[in-house]
């Protein structure tokens, strides 16, 4: 550790800030990856690489009573740091920490911290802490069409647009055949495969899909509307 070197901690509003007036002899990284293992048959045991753990960053120093060769001009009383980490790890929020001369300059929680007395030195405090680097979680909103049932679509005549009363209809593929969905989903059940200008009886529409009875076999499902002609 360069001598040259200064922690120094923050509120997250960045409203009170100190320096840690003794640099440790060491600080640990720890930079684990949260890989995961799995056996495949004829394999083995493979690897499924996943994103880096957060950084956790830890140390043990001690926080004197008066200056002294190696601390800060004008440290805080012990008492005073051991209070502001408290207080801000009450909080909930991440702190800021930086240490010069490094990249180490971002937010971060504070994992833990333990602090205790030694006999001959009563005014000095000896403390142990545990940072992990902090990211804002984002929230991914997402976007999925309805999905209804042709029960649904029989007594509510269709949602999400659409013709709103029975309409005439045709498949156009082009010569390939059209599948007939159990669901607005092409995951869901195939019930048919309807030829090219199959006649149909469109009754609503939900999104990109059609609820329709295919009139040949008089089946009741549904067909993806790009392949289907309205009949004007």
């Known amino acids: 550790m360069s001598s040259n070197c200064q922690f120094w901690m923050s509120n997250d509003?960045?409203?009170?800030?100190?320096?840690?007036?003794?640099?440790?002899e060491k600080i640990t990284y720890t930079h684990d990856s949260d890989n995961d293992t799995v056996n495949v048959s004829g394999l083995g045991e493979v690897t499924i690489l996943q994103d880096p753990s957060p950084l956790v960053l830890s140390w043990d120093c001690w926080l004197p009573s008066k200056p002294h060769q190696g601390s800060i001009e004008k440290p805080l009383a012990p008492q005073k740091y051991i209070d502001k980490i408290e207080k801000w790890r009450a909080a909930k929020k991440p702190v800021k920490f930086l240490i010069t001369g490094?990249?180490?300059?971002d937010y971060f929680s504070i994992e833990s911290f333990t602090y205790h007395e030694e006999g001959g030195d009563p005014d000095t405090?000896?403390?142990?802490i545990k940072l992990k680097s902090y990211r804002v979680p984002v929230v991914r909103k997402l976007e999925t069409a309805p999905t209804i049932s042709i029960g649904m679509a029989r007594s509510t005549g269709g949602a999400g647009g659409g013709p709103t009363s029975v309409q005439d209809g045709k498949v156009k593929t082009k010569g390939k055949r059209l599948k007939l969905y159990s669901e607005a989903s092409k995951s869901s059940k195939v019930l048919a495969k309807m030829s090219n200008k199959s006649n149909l009886k469109i009754k609503s529409k939900s999104g990109s899909w059609y609820a329709v009875t295919y009139v040949k076999k008089n089946i009741d499902g549904f067909a993806q509307s790009k392949y289907v002609k309205v009949s004007k």
């Open 13 to 24: 509003a960045g409203a009170e800030a100190f320096q840690f007036p003794v640099l440790p």
């Open 125 to 128: 405090l000896y403390y142990t």
């Open 102 to 105: 490094t990249k180490i300059n």
